[in-house]
């Protein structure tokens, strides 16, 4: 009864309905990258799970090293309730990020995490379709570029469709709990 009387003053108020995308630009659309393994990946989840997405890089020491743990935590906090979320990451530093170097430090973040990489091109489509943008501020001699970047975690339904932004200042509870509020399944 409540999500009808939280739909109905959505409508009233002017918030799009269900399906819709709540902000006042579009942000997310197709993209065409390579994972860890080698494979091509598009947004659509190919197990049919939900996504979170974050444009970062693997040996990041600052937002990233927040925001990928606490995906993590949350995709196992989901998958408690028997929510299936895969976790992942769009590289902003490809020259660090390659297919041959995101799988190690991914993976002790979490077994599922998915890296994503590409040419160029393929990056910048899904940064401007994300509308992430990308400034390389300086190199660390022991670390590599350090990049100003995006920061939102972003939910993503199995096609690829933005669900909402989630700030990684959060903690796993309350991301999880928004999370759940988009998921049809957790209602």
Known sequence: MWRAL??????????????????PVDIGGPYELVDQFGEVRTEADPDGKYQLVFFGYANCLNICSAAMPL???VVDELAGDGI???????TVAPDQDRVETMGAPLADIHPNFIGLTGDEGALQA???????????????????WIYSHGS???????????LTLLPPVLDVEQVAKIARGYIPEAG
């Open 6 to 23: 939280v739909t109905a003053f959505m409508v009233a108020v002017g918030i799009p309905a269900a399906g819709q995308s709540p902000f």
């Open 84 to 90: 299936g979320v895969t976790p992942v990451m769009i």
């Open 152 to 162: 939102f975690v972003h939910l993503l339904d199995a096609d690829g469709a933005l």
């Open 126 to 144: 899904a940064y401007e379709a994300f509308k992430v943008e990308v400034e390389p501020l300086f190199e660390d001699p022991e670390h590599g």
């Open 71 to 73: 995906m993590a935590q």
